[in-house]
């Protein structure tokens, strides 16, 4: 089961199942991921994400272009399709 770690922080890592919405599974008492709309349109789930995840879509990378333009391991974690381990960090 891919994990999904939390470099530098006080959040243990979490094992979740393949393709496991993390916008489901991440909560404000397991992660420091904050969530607002969970569809990819807001940008408040922004982070920086190593690890082998599929490339973002067309409308993920528009958002990512306003909130992030400078960070090119930006993803939305509403929007990442979960299939290996990944390390989640805030940007900045
Ligand atoms: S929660 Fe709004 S873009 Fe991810």
């Keep these: 089961m891919p ?22 599974s991440l909560t404000a008492v ?8 969970r569809t990819g349109l807001c940008g ?5 994400v190593e690890g082998e995840v ?6 993920e990378r528009e958002v990512l272009a306003i909130v992030a333009p400078d960070e090119p391991r930006a ?3 509403c929007q990442i399709d979960l299939v290996a381990d990944v390390r989640i960090s805030e940007i900045g």
């Design 75 to 77: 993803r939305l974690a």
């Design 30 to 37: 397991n992660s420091p991921v904050l969530f607002g709309c």
């Design 54 to 59: 599929p490339p973002p879509g067309e409308d």
């Design 3 to 24: 994990v999904v770690h939390f470099p530098g922080t006080r959040y243990a890592p979490i094992a979740l199942p393949p393709h496991a919405l993390l916008s489901r």
């Design 44 to 48: 408040t789930c922004v982070v920086a």
